[in-house]
Every structure is written in C-alpha cells, then in structure tokens.
C-alpha cells in the first residue's frame, strides 16, 4: 500500500485538531452519508447488503463524496461501519432491514474460540482502497476521516448479537468471565490498532474512536474496558503514526471525561448531545479540541430552534478550538434543507 500525503495545517479541520482556535469552526456531521440523502437511497438499493455496500469500494467512495458534493462539509468520512472488525474477526455479522445489525452472539467463553487470534490478512483491504480512492478524489481543503469502534462497544454488539439499551448481555459476561472478557477486549485492542493503522497509511487524515456506550459502565467497568483499552489504542497508533489526528468519542460519559482528557495520544472529543458545554469549558484546558454537540432532533424540527441551538453551541465553545458536529447521528428523515440551513449558519452566512 502507497502512503498518500497528508494535508498541510492549512486544512481548517487539521489546524483545529492541532489547537487553533478558528474564526468560524470547521464541519462535518457524522453519518452525513445516509439515507436522508436521495442520492444515498439510490446507490444503497443497488448495492445488495450493507456489508457488500461497505466492501464496495467504488460505492464506498460514491457514498464518501455525496455530502462533500451537496454540502461542502471540511471533512469527509469514509463510508463504512464499526461491526467490519467482528466480521474480519470471523464473527457472522449481517444487517436486517428494518431491525439493524444481529451477531451470532458469544454466550460462553467457549464462543470465544470460534474467533480468529487476529483479522483475516486481507478481508478489509475493501475499505483500504476505498479509502485511497477517496483521498485522490478530495481536494485539498476537505479532510479524510476513517474510524473504528472501541473494544467495550464492539464486544457489546459481539456478545448481545445485537445493539441494546443497557448492554446488559456483555456486562454480565464481563461480570461472570473477567478473565475471558479480557482476552476478548486485548483481541479488539490490537484489531482496533490495526485497522485504525492502516487506515492512516491509506490516506485518512484523522481517525474517530467511537464508544458508544461507555455512558453505561459503572465506574470501576467504565476504566477497565472503555478507558484503558481506547488509552493503549490511541497510544499505539501515535506510536506508529505521530502524525496521525484521533479523536475520541466516549458518549454519554458525562464528568468522566476529565479521564479520557488525560490520554495524551487523542487529539479532541468529540461530546454527545448531553454534555454540559459550560462544565467543559469549566474543567478542561481550553486548549483541547471539542467536537460536538447539535441534538439531532433540532437539526430535524429546523427553524428558529435551529439557528438558536448552533449559535448556543458557537458561543460556548468560542474559546477554544471547536469542531462544529452533532452529538450522534444524523436521522434519516433530516430534510436536505435543514442540513443546508446548519452549514450556512455555522459559517456565518444565514
């Protein structure tokens, strides 16, 4: 695999990952590749399942680029999704409509030798290509973000065999097999390296680590398998890539996030739609980069609600280098409109 250059602090999301404060903060929305864009729907009905669609990388790009095209966002991020490592992993993973991703769950510890000792050489080269021909279809201006979910979050949807409100199935078997649970979490940790490597060797000019719900680890759970692991993560892929930009996005962790502001090797934080702004700005340096934190639900109602929410936003984070984005996803029935009236507000322009 050829390296592919990195972009010069010129770029606006790279100079604010490096700690400049800018004028008028830089955006991307994530999943602004969806289905509330038609041009999504249209490549999607053609691309057979998700997974084939993620291991496309013709579609993969055509996905990557479409909000770059309609919106000018500053940073792209490649089409792709979490649950690709328990599939490099050996894990059966497939995506119903209707109802989201199911998993052969892991119930015993015995499940847990149906996995491979490392990812399949090979099986996400996919999301490698797509990621080159990404990066040579960007100008100059717009970054290349890949990703990969954290350990805690992957385990949880590899030992539920889906998504739930509680992650109860995986605190359980952390409770009732520490030492089993560890070795599948030190398996994710290098998975996780590893992809998020490569990702960077591709071309992505940054990378985002989502936890997605480390909110719901009690205190002492919450450092052994959210903390520590996205800790050894971020450390290593520094190691091997200094000039790497990550991003940690530990949601819902609420005053925990003095601990994840403390790992050297992230970046910034991204904050979920909870986050209290003027506690951050109260208790971490303002030199740390935050990204965050529209609710998703006021970028679908529009209007006034809108403008008043992205210029609260603005406003509490005008001291430090900010990253404009929502707290989670973007929903897919968000009027096309709404997303044009975010963009033109953030940049100052409506």
Known sequence: MTAIPHPTTDNKLISTLNGKKQDRPPIWLMRQAGRYLPEYREIRSQAGSFLDFCYNPKMAVEATLQPIRRFGFDAAIIFSDILVIPDALGQEVRFEVGEGPRLTPIVTPVDLKGLRTQSEPGHLAPVY??????????????????????????ASYMIAGKGTPDQAPARLFAYRFPDDFQTLIDLLVEAVTVHLSVQIQAGAD?????????????????????LEPIARIATAVKQRHPHAKLIGFPRAVGE?????????????????????????????????PIQGNLDPLVLLAGGAALDRAIDNIVEDFSHRPHIFNLGHGILPPTPIAHVEQLVARVRGKA
């Open 256 to 288: 925990r996030l003095t601990e994840f502001a403390k790992i050297e090797a992230l970046d910034a934080l991204s904050v979920d739609t909870s986050a209290d702004r003027r506690w951050i700005g109260r208790s971490l340096d303002t030199s740390l």
């Open 206 to 226: 940054a990378v985002q680590i989502f936890d997605s719900w480390a909110g719901g680890l009690p205190c002492g759970e919450f450092e052994r398998w959210s």
């Open 129 to 154: 290509e797509a990621i080159e021909l990404a990066k040579s279809s960007l100008g100059h201006e717009t970054a290349l973000l890949g990703f990969s979910g954290a350990p805690w979050t992957l």
